[in-house]
């Protein structure tokens, strides 16, 4: 392939009516990512010199959501049209470059798709098409006796024998930047739509002389566009599977890759093990063996080799090393850091706090903005009483200290090595290593008295 300078312009100016919704198509989230996120995400995978997007409907939102410095927004005030879209970007465009033109709407495309058409374009054009079974609404890519290309025309402007051609333009091409100059000044709007057509430009290219190939696909959904909801959760599907499939040739363990959602990265090691229902966001990492139960939602955090997460459990932003035990029903918040063989059972709630290698929380506890000790065992019903009202305070408990269930830790307070603490202790001042620190009233036995019984009316 000659080395050409690569442009990009991601068309994503319209409004999307039949997704009946205040927000901008190209801001819906596939994946937990704007559609628009994923056609710029496969474009700078091509390493182009300038990525150019234009955007309308919807206004300023557009490219606030997207928040890309690296982009080179063009507002098309009025949507005229593909082609009136292409004369806004123009002027932003290297006169000696190519221009891959991609669709805000068509979150799959394939890099590799991509690649194939810049390779049959050069500096000239090439058209991504597929056939497709129902060809209904889309432009048809007319060839002639010898199967060149000779236009595209738009469904509306179609006779009848041209709408029995299954070849539809994907709306994906990529054209030498020389030609499309001269073509989008030569545009006009005489036709059903009343809008300027890019697709004229292979009618242009054709009397000019101008190869034009065409990269047929084979894969319909890596060119599907999403214009409903249910076009959106039909393509949500098509990429979790591609994803499950993924993890699993990596050797990943899916109980049923038909029930996954990864809305970020997800890297697992060999034999980690996901039940049905689990929701990964942001960048997430399982070393081997790790096994994660039924209905997990686990954001930005990293789990140790061999640890094993019970079902209904929830991490955000958390570290844990190999080992560990957490859930059912863990609750684990920023800043959670749990050291090796750390046991965390159900209804447990831990928040920025350290936990050392071997303790215990095993039931309904809210540790907050605490360090604990190796093989610490906290009891049932245990509070750290981070909060004052206004500020937030430490706990920090010592290795081997063994605290009594249902007692409040009012921060900031440090329990020593080795200290004991009573069951339904409130603890205010520090406890010291090694003893036993209890706060409650005594058990006392009132003789002779009798519970009330029920007055007679
Ligand atoms: C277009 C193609 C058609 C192709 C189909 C594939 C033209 C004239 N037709 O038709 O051959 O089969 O896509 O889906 O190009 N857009 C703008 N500004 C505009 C108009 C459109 O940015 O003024 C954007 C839209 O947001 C969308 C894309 O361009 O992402 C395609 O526009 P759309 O209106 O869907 O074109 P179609 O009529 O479907
Ligand atoms: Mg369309």
């Not at 300078?5 to 596939?30: C, D, E, F, W």
């Not at 005030?77 to 470059?97: F, Y």
């Not at 798709?113 to 432009?139: E, F, M, P, R």
């Not at 024998?161 to 539809?168: M, Y």
Request: proline share 3%; glycine share 10%.
């Amino acid at each position: 392939m000659p080395s050409t300078l690569l442009n990009v312009v991601i068309l994503a100016a319209g409004k999307g009516t039949r997704m009946y919704s205040q927000l901008p198509k190209v801001l819906h989230k596939l994946a937990g990512k704007p559609l628009l996120g994923h056609v710029i995400d496969s474009a700078r995978q091509l390493k182009p010199a300038k990525i150019v997007v234009v955007y309308g409907y919807g206004g300023e939102a557009v490219p606030e959501a997207i928040a890309d410095q690296g982009i080179i927004w063009v507002k098309q005030t009025e949507q005229l049209g593909t082609g009136h879209a292409l004369q806004q970007a123009m002027p932003h465009l290297d006169s000696d470059a190519t221009t891959l033109i991609l669709l805000g709407d068509v979150p799959l495309v394939s890099v590799e798709s991509c690649q194939g058409l810049l390779q049959k374009a050069g500096q000239q054009l090439a058209l991504l098409t597929v056939n497709k079974a129902d060809s209904t609404g889309y432009g048809r890519i007319v060839r002639n006796a010898n199967a060149g290309i000779e236009a595209i025309v738009e469904h509306k402007d179609a006779s009848e024998q041209q709408r029995s051609i299954n070849e539809v333009n994907t709306g994906i091409m990529a054209v030498g930047n020389s030609h499309l100059a001269t073509w989008l000044k030569r545009l006009g709007n005489d036709n059903q739509q009343r809008e300027y057509y890019l697709t004229d430009i292979v009618a242009m290219a054709v009397q000019d002389g101008v190869p034009v190939s065409a990269e047929i696909t084979q894969d319909e959904s890596q060119v599907a566009g999403v214009n409903s909801k249910q076009d959106l959760a039909g393509l949500e599907r098509v990429y979790q599977l591609r994803y499950a499939t993924r993890l699993m040739q990596a050797g990943v363990t899916l109980h049923d890759p038909f029930r996954i959602d990864v809305r970020g990265d997800l890297h697992a090691g060999s034999d980690a093990e996901i039940d049905v229902g689990c929701v990964f966001e942001g960048k997430v990492t399982l070393a081997d063996g790790v096994r994660i139960g039924a209905y997990c939602i686990i954001k930005d955090s990293n789990i140790g080799a061999g640890t094993v997460v019970a079902p209904f459990s929830h991490m955000d932003q958390v570290n844990i090393a190999n080992d560990c035990r957490i859930g059912p029903y863990a609750r684990l918040r920023p800043g959670t850091e749990l050291s090796a063989q750390a046991h965390i059972g159900n209804f447990v709630e831990i928040k920025n706090s350290q936990v050392g290698a071997g303790s215990n929380i095993n039931h309904l506890s809210y540790i907050g903005d605490s360090t604990l000790g190796k093989q610490v065992n906290i009891g049932a019903g245990t509070i750290t009483c981070n909060y004052d009202g206004a500020n937030k305070h430490r706990t920090v408990i010592g290795d081997n200290a063994f605290i009594g269930s249902d007692t409040q830790l009012v921060a900031p307070v440090t329990i020593g090595d080795g200290a004991t603490i009573g069951a339904g202790s409130t603890i205010t001042k520090n406890a010291p290593a090694g003893e036993l620190t209890i706060s409650r009233g005594r058990q006392t036995i009132i003789k002779g008295w009798k519970r009330p019984v029920k007055a007679k009316k």
